[in-house]
């Protein structure tokens, strides 16, 4: 395995784990509004995820900043072609974090109740946009024979990529509920084991929809490990539902995030070696060798990259061991 090849299976670990630990903060924040029934207990959902959201954040940071300096070609046609759409996630992401500030700084219902709904906005669209990304991705859009975008915005828009951000919406957002299960204290769970399991039906339709729809607009199918993880995706998720069903939360949480991790390999394996498929020219598609850096730069990027990553990985690891008990509404309405 040379380092491009590395790094680009290094790469879709951090997109991996990105999706597996902010899906579950986005998914808190879209419910938000609707499992807190008091100011108590909308306190006790923010403040289950409050000490992991920043930190979970920081694996989209990695994973972009890894894209840029290991595949700056990638990097530059990507940010360009979907600029539009990245710009709506980073504002998204900005109210999100202002919300979390700002809520607490007045008493009033009604600045409390515009800040919960600006942080259900700011979780609702990435959700959605990160699934229109990914799915445009695998389908390919406009590039040219100079590895530049040649579309709009609403090139990205169509019946199997808006399903895409769907499927990644109600994913998330079941996720969240499962994390709310097992975090949350008194009526919280219930509430949330309730909404999972709507959402867990919903989730299973748009991606067994998702996951048909697929064979017609992409060519995942044609390689037999990205194709066996995508209908294991399916599989973990129903199996997700049966453990929600049967109370069990971690092992409901633990199965949903098996299919959030291998719906994510399904698309980074069956994008290899291309990380930009080119729906003008097969031949035109962005590969791994035309998008990398140098061999220099890779080899320090990676002497880097074993030096701090586990340091990252233990203290991540220890916040959520450190704050592993359940959050209750009691005492939280201030």
């Known amino acids: ?47 289950s ?6 930190g979970n954040e920081v694996w989209m940071l990695t994973a972009g ?12 046609t990507l940010f360009s072609g979907f600029y539009l759409a990245l710009f709506l996630i980073l504002v998204a992401l900005i109210v999100r974090g202002v919300a979390f500030e700002f809520r607490s700084k007045d008493d009033r219902p009604a600045w409390r109740n515009f800040w919960d709904w600006m942080l259900f906005l700011g979780s609702l669209l990435p959700a959605l946009l990160w699934g229109v990304a990914m799915a445009n991705l695998i389908r390919g859009v ?24 769907l499927t990644s919406l109600l994913l998330f957002t079941l996720q969240g509920a499962l994390f709310l299960a097992l975090k949350t204290g008194d009526e919280l769970p219930q509430r949330a084991r309730q909404a999972g399991l709507k959402i867990g039906t919903g989730a299973v339709a ?14 995942i199918f044609t390689r037999i490990v990205p194709g066996i993880a995508a209908w294991g995706a399916l599989v973990a998720l129903l199996l997700a539902w049966w453990s929600l069903s049967s109370r069990s939360y971690g092992g409901a949480f633990i199965l949903n995030g098996l299919a959030i991790l291998l719906g994510t390999a ?19 598609s962005l590969t791994i060798y035309q998008a990398s850096s140098s061999p220099y730069t890779l080899k320090v990027m990676t002497i880097v990259a074993l030096t701090l990553v586990p340091v990252v ?5 220890w916040t959520y061991w450190v704050f592993r008990q359940r959050v209750k509404a009691r005492n939280l309405e201030y």
């Open 65 to 76: 900043g890894a894209m840029f300096a290991a595949f700056p070609h990638w990097y530059a």
């Open 49 to 54: 995820i409050g000490p992991f959201w920043d």
């Open 206 to 219: 748009a991606l067994l929809l998702l996951l048909i729809m697929s064979y017609r607009e992409t060519d």
């Open 266 to 284: 399904a698309l980074f394996g069956g994008l290899f070696p291309r990380v930009m498929v080119s729906s003008l020219n097969p031949r035109w």
């Open 142 to 165: 406009p590039i040219d024979a100079r590895m530049q975008y040649a579309g709009t915005f609403f090139d990205l828009l169509s019946p199997y990529t808006l399903l895409g951000g």
């Open 1 to 47: 395995m040379d380092l491009t090849v590395l790094w680009f299976i290094l790469v879709a670990v951090l997109f991996a784990g990105f999706f597996f630990l902010e899906g579950f903060d986005y998914g808190v924040g879209i419910l938000l509004p609707f499992l807190g029934k008091s100011d108590g207990e909308r306190r006790a959902i923010i403040n």
């Open 313 to 317: 990985l233990l203290y991540q690891g």
